[in-house]
């Protein structure tokens, strides 16, 4: 039967394929939308009022899972480019790959400056504090994370754009992105109160399991290479 399904419709796992691989990442990336409506109570916030600096708390962290979305897809995507599972993502180019990387970064700025904001509205003055690393307690040891992640992050995009004027060592540094992807999963699983239980853990799970797959499948991939 399989057979002759297969002699009669050649094709059809095929397009199949493609048609999956066409919704699958628009599902992906309504994802964090999804988590952070149903977590957020937003509409509230707007019709009832919120307590100081509590919306910009909230976008914040909108903008927080879609930077750790796009950071977890770049790095995902460009590990992969390699293997056989490349056919899961769109054509990569490398100017692409600059698009998506700008993205992230404006995207990861919103999430600081959404962020520091709330602060500063609910302590009634400029948090310039959090910019700065701390480990006093487990709550700003969480955002110092996320803060050098952020400063390694400018320093392997710093190199990427300066590629001709250190062709032997930007890839070097440009490839500690994987850091930053790392720090920035742990960064958001503990800053969040959402994030030990329910879908925010399995989201980041699933994130922090595939990204390690994804290296590990580069690596394998990498040494047959090089063999």
């Known amino acids: 039967m399989q057979s002759l399904v297969k002699k009669r419709y050649p094709s059809f796992t095929i397009i199949l394929f493609s048609y999956g691989k066409k919704l699958l990442w628009p599902l992906v990336f309504m994802l964090p939308f999804a988590l952070w409506h149903f977590t957020s109570d937003v509409l509230n916030y707007f019709r009832y ?3 100081t600096g509590q919306i910009w708390y909230v976008f914040s962290k909108l903008f927080g899972l879609y930077a750790v979305l796009l950071l977890w897809y770049q790095a995902v995507s460009t590990l992969l480019i390699t293997t056989s599972l490349t056919t899961f993502f769109p054509q990569w180019t490398f100017l692409q790959h600059r698009i998506v990387g700008s993205l992230t970064l404006l995207v990861v700025m919103i999430h600081i400056a959404c962020f520091v904001t709330a602060v500063s509205l609910r302590k009634d003055t400029v948090a310039w504090n959090l910019l700065l690393p ?18 390694v992050m400018l320093v392997a995009i710093g190199t990427a754009l ?3 004027r250190f062709p032997a060592m930007w890839k070097k540094i440009h490839r500690n992105m994987v850091i930053v992807i790392s720090a920035g999963l742990v960064h958001g699983y503990l800053i969040g109160t959402e994030t030990r239980y329910g879908l925010y853990e399995i989201f980041y799970c699933a994130l922090m399991v595939t990204l390690l797959a994804a290296l590990c499948l580069w690596w394998k991939t990498t040494r047959k290479v090089t063999a």
């Open 134 to 151: 701390d480990f006093r307690d487990f709550y700003h040891t969480a955002i110092t994370i996320g803060l050098c992640s952020f400063f």
């Open 162 to 164: 300066l590629r001709k």
């Open 49 to 51: 009022g919120a307590p």
